[in-house]
């Protein structure tokens, strides 16, 4: 899987997928299912969890009354094993794009009939992956979808798709859920204490799978080091080449988004800041947000970072640590 955010097997359907899902069986048990949806909403929310299990209802062949996967019928047990006939999985293949052969491979494995169950579903993430010619080829297959199949989308930035793909979609969007609830779930599910919920959520955009699994993989540590690390370079007591060889073996989407974090944690409390700090901080969290594209196709990371951190020292000073901050 593409999507960084891992989640716990066993993990009980949370409060704000629940309805949604349960809208979605309505919608098999009445025989309204669109042939191509959009999930969308921030990363870590939850759209994979619901993909998944909206795709396994598709594939049931003995639904619950409230149109949830059986768990038991022969098409739940080949989903499971990861071997059911008529469920396909589309994401980024040995690069960083979704590919037009991908599709066309795709393509001709729904014109056969299906063997098991009552749909034929493709899972495709994330969406905004896919580079031009992909998108083009989906767009046909979506304008002419062959009988039963379907197709959901799974987007973390819905800026990036093309409108036509994206008005041929029915949306579903997870939006978020109060503060105070979610801080209880992370709170209960992970189990955690209330500073560390606090902080995890901050990092992770109040995202509360994202946090969830920033707080089991226990990465509050790594987050604490590599916070310290930034400002040790302001004060000139970390050598930013020694950083630099030390992130290239690290992920980094995870690097650039900690970073980001800092940063938009840093908005919210800037009012001792002058203006042109506030500018100069805006910039530089754009650069990372540009930054992240970037590191969707090859590119030297090492100099990416250097040239980072040099910008670093001028716009960090004054940045407070998201760890001690509340
Ligand atoms: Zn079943």
Not at 154 to 166: F, G, M, S, Y
Request: hydrophobic share 40%; aromatic share 6%.
């Amino acid at each position: 899987m593409t999507d960084p955010v891992s989640i716990p097997a066993d993990l009980a359907l949370p409060f704000w997928i629940d309805p949604l899902l349960a809208q979605f069986g309505q919608r098999i048990i009445n025989d309204r299912v669109a042939h191509a949806l959009l999930l969308t909403g921030t990363q870590g929310q939850g759209k994979m969890l619901l993909a998944c299990r909206m795709v396994n209802a598709l594939l049931c062949l003995d639904l619950t009354e409230s149109g949830l996967a059986c768990g038991s019928c022969r098409a739940c047990h080949y989903q499971q094993a990861g071997t059911h006939p008529d469920s396909h999985l589309l994401q980024p293949e040995g690069s960083e794009q979704i590919k037009i052969d991908q599709i066309r491979a795709l393509s001709a494995r729904m014109t056969q009939t299906r063997s098991v169950s009552p749909y034929q579903v493709t899972l495709l993430t994330p969406a905004e992956r896919l580079n031009r010619n992909a998108a083009n080829a989906l767009l046909k297959t979506l304008e002419e979808p062959p009988p039963n199949a379907v197709m959901i989308l799974v987007a973390n930035q819905t800026d990036r798709l093309p409108a036509t793909l994206k008005s041929r979609c029915q949306r579903i969007h997870i939006s978020s859920s109060p503060t105070a609830r979610v801080r209880q779930w992370l709170i209960d599910t992970a189990p955690c204490n209330e500073a560390d919920a606090d902080v995890a959520l901050r990092v992770n955009q109040q995202a509360p799978l994202a946090a969830l699994s920033f707080v089991t993989s226990q990465s509050l540590p790594r987050y604490q080091s590599f916070e310290q690390d930034l400002l040790k370079v302001l004060s000139a007591r970390q050598d930013p080449v020694t950083l630099v060889q030390e992130w290239v073996d690290q992920d980094a989407q995870e690097i650039i988004g900690w970073w980001v974090a800092m940063l938009r944690n840093a908005a919210w409390s800037q009012v001792d800041a002058l203006p042109e700090q506030v500018a100069r901080r805006h910039q530089f969290y754009q650069r990372l947000l540009q930054t992240r594209r970037l590191l969707e196709s090859p590119v030297r990371k090492d100099q990416l970072y250097e040239s980072l951190l040099i910008d670093w020292q001028k716009t960090g000073q004054g940045i407070e640590p998201l760890t001690q901050s509340g």
